[in-house]
C-alpha cells in the first residue's frame, strides 16, 4: 500500500546534537511534501515544505530538509538541537492523484526529546 | 498566523448518542477544511475532505452516515459522531485552508478535540 515512512519513533539527543529524522514515501508521480511539528500541547504547524526547485529546503527554527527523488526520501535535519526543539515531528505528503487537491498523507511520527 | 479553533476539546459521552464538534477559522475564510482521526501513538488519519457549500469527500473505509460533515459556511465545519460507540474515542482534528484549496495554500491545524465513550 501506497505510504508515508517514519522509521524512528523515538528519538533522544543532548543539546547541540545534530538531528536527521527519516522519511519515506511511496507514491510514484510528482509529489509535495511537508514537515509539521507539534510541541508539548499545541497545534501542529508547517515547519518547511517542498513543492518543487532546489531539493535542499530550509523551514523555520533552523531545520532543513533534502528531497532526494531516486530514494523516495525527506529527511529532517537540524545542525544543533535546543531543548526548545522538544516536540513531535510529522513528515507528509501531498500525493498526485486522488480527491482534493491538497489532500496530507501523514506519517507515524518522531517523538524528539532532547535533554538539557 | 492563522488561527483554527475546535470546540468543545474534550467531550465525554454515553454509547449511542451523538456528539457534534464543530472547527472554526477565526481570521479567515476556509473554503477547504479536513478532518482527521489520531489513535494514540499512531499518525493523522484524514478522514473527510469539506468543501463550502458542498458534500463532503470521506475517505476509503470512513463511514459516511456514521461521521457526518457539514460545511455551510467559510469560517465553520462541523463533524458529527452519530450513535457513538466506545471505539469511536479518538483524537479528532481539523485543519483549514485560506481561500483557493490548493497544496500551496498552508493548512492551518485546529487543537483537536478528545472523544471519549463511554
Known amino acids: 500500500a501506497q505510504s508515508v515512512s517514519q522509521h524512528n519513533h523515538h528519538v533522544i539527543l543532548s543539546e547541540a546534537a545534530s538531528l536527521e529524522l527519516g522519511c519515506n514515501y511511496s507514491?510514484?508521480?510528482?509529489?509535495?511534501l511537508f514537515w509539521y511539528v507539534q510541541y508539548p500541547g499545541q497545534h501542529l504547524q508547517l515547519l518547511l515544505k517542498y513543492f518543487s526547485g532546489d531539493p535542499l529546503v530550509k523551514g523555520i527554527k533552523g531545520f532543513e530538509a533534502e528531497f532526494i527523488k531516486s530514494k523516495f526520501s525527506f529527511n529532517l535535519r537540524k545542525p544543533s538541537v535546543q531543548w526548545s526543539d522538544t516536540a513531535e515531528y510529522f513528515c507528509?505528503?501531498?500525493?498526485?492523484?486522488?480527491?482534493?487537491?491538497?489532500?496530507?498523507?501523514f506519517g507515524t511520527g518522531t517523538l524528539l526529546a532532547v535533554q538539557p | 498566523g492563522a488561527v483554527v479553533s475546535q470546540h468543545p476539546s474534550r467531550v465525554i459521552c454515553k454509547s449511542g448518542t451523538s456528539v457534534k464538534i464543530e472547527c472554526r477559522s477565526l481570521?479567515?475564510?476556509?473554503?477547504?477544511m479536513f478532518w482527521y482521526r489520531q489513535f494514540p501513538k499512531q499518525s493523522l488519519m484524514l478522514m473527510a475532505t469539506s468543501n463550502e457549500g458542498s458534500k463532503a469527500t470521506y475517505e476509503q473505509g470512513v463511514e459516511k452516515d456514521k461521521f457526518l460533515i457539514n460545511h455551510a459556511s467559510l469560517t465553520l465545519s462541523t463533524l458529527t459522531v452519530t450513535s457513538a460507540h466506545p471505539e469511536d474515542s479518538s483524537f479528532y482534528i481539523c485543519?483549514?485552508?485560506?481561500?483557493?484549496?490548493?497544496?500551496?495554500?498552508?493548512?492551518?491545524f485546529g487543537p483537536g478535540t478528545r472523544l471519549l465513550v463511554l
Open positions: 481570521d479567515f475564510q476556509a473554503t477547504t
Open positions: 507528509a505528503v501531498n500525493p498526485p492523484y486522488g480527491g482534493a487537491t491538497n489532500k496530507l498523507i
Open positions: 507514491y510514484g508521480g510528482t509529489v509535495n
Open positions: 485543519s483549514a485552508t485560506t481561500s483557493g484549496g490548493t497544496i500551496q495554500e498552508t493548512q492551518y
